[in-house]
């Protein structure tokens, strides 16, 4: 099992940049498939990015393609979600999950993940 911890939220400005981190525990973290999702009030949770094993690939939700960038730290055990020119719509609370699947078929679908932080709050004021 792999319990995530979640930190780096905050309130910033449209056009800000902030990074978010995520340090998981137990389990066999190099194995498991790293994804950030999001959910806004009122909207379902969706996918933001995702990173594989041994970061050869990484998956962006067209909405934040070219600003934010995923990366992981094996030796560490972290995962990073790096947000450039944020604007008011990236809004949400922010969740890393894991799994041990490394299917692209499923990457988007959190019922798919086994493990979840608990979220951190990213507010982006216009």
């Known amino acids: 099992q792999v319990q995530l911890v979640e930190s780096g939220g905050a309130l910033v400005q449209a056009g800000d940049s902030l990074t978010l981190s995520c340090a998981a525990s137990?389990?066999?973290?190099?194995?498991?498939?790293m994804s950030w999702f999001r959910q806004a009030p009122g909207k379902e949770r969706e996918f933001v990015a995702a990173?594989?094993?041994?970061?050869?690939?990484?998956y962006y939700a067209n909405s934040v393609q070219g600003r934010f960038i995923i990366s992981r730290d094996n030796a560490k055990n972290t995962v990073a979600l790096r947000m450039n020119s944020l604007k008011p719509e990236d809004t949400a609370v922010y969740y890393c999950?894991?799994?041990?699947?490394?299917?692209?078929?499923?990457?988007?679908?959190?019922?798919?993940?086994?493990?979840w932080g608990q979220g951190t709050q990213v507010t982006v004021s216009s």
């Open positions: 990173i594989t094993w041994t970061s050869d690939s990484t």
């Open positions: 137990g389990g066999t973290f190099s194995r498991v498939l």
């Open positions: 999950a894991g799994r041990y699947s490394m299917s692209s078929a499923t990457l988007m679908v959190p019922l798919h993940y086994q493990f």
